[in-house]
């Protein structure tokens, strides 16, 4: 290979080297900043169990009318679980078919539950009661903290959005479905308080961990890379 002259560098067309080449910057700074988040904010919630904060935005939520939205909540409820679990094995499987070189991606995926044990098992909140907001319609028996749900919904949307979206859809579909992407965890962190299963504060922490163990990870060139370059 020719050697690099001091031109190329100075006009930006050198190849990158070192840990530019291994790391992408842009998404560990975003992996390294929500993780930061997520711990902060587990920090607090465990010296306050109850937020009055989170009573007042789980109170509005829930007597809102979300008109057709609202037969959408459900789903979120169903996906969660074993069901959410399996539903990612699935996801796995398909791109280990269709998208073989991604497999890192969706792998990742599925370690995301592993986080979720780790932060039910560190605190231990008490989930709404109606004492506290208008209604309850779920009653697990988990740890509040954080979302299980949230963070199963945020990475499998990221994970087929990565996976299949990047590889099948076109330039503009790409950015329509990042849009519905961030739609979707919305709409499941709604659902999540609505059912006063969970705190505003755990959803949040819930699309913090989703977000920060994926931009870690795909902070790792030759794993974003996977994904991210068309062939």
Known sequence: MA???DLEVVQGHAPASGLAARVNRTLLGLGIVTALAAIGLSIYVAGHP????DITLERDIQLTTWGPLAYTFPFFSWIGDAKGVVLEVVIFVAVLVVNRRAWVVALGGVAS??????????????RPTTALVPHVYEHPGASSYPSGHTIIVSTV???????????????????AGWILVLSIVIVSAVARIYS????PTDVLAGTLIAVAWMGLLLSVRWVSDSVCKRE
């Open 3 to 5: 050697a690099v002259t």
């Open 196 to 199: 006063g299963t969970h705190w």
């Open 157 to 175: 949307a990221i994970v087929l959005m990565l996976c299949f979206g990047h590889r099948f859809l076109p330039r503009w579909g790409v950015v």
């Open 50 to 53: 109850v937020i009055a904060e």
């Open 113 to 126: 539950g592993a986080w979720y044990q780790l932060g039910v098992h560190l605190l231990q909140r008490p």
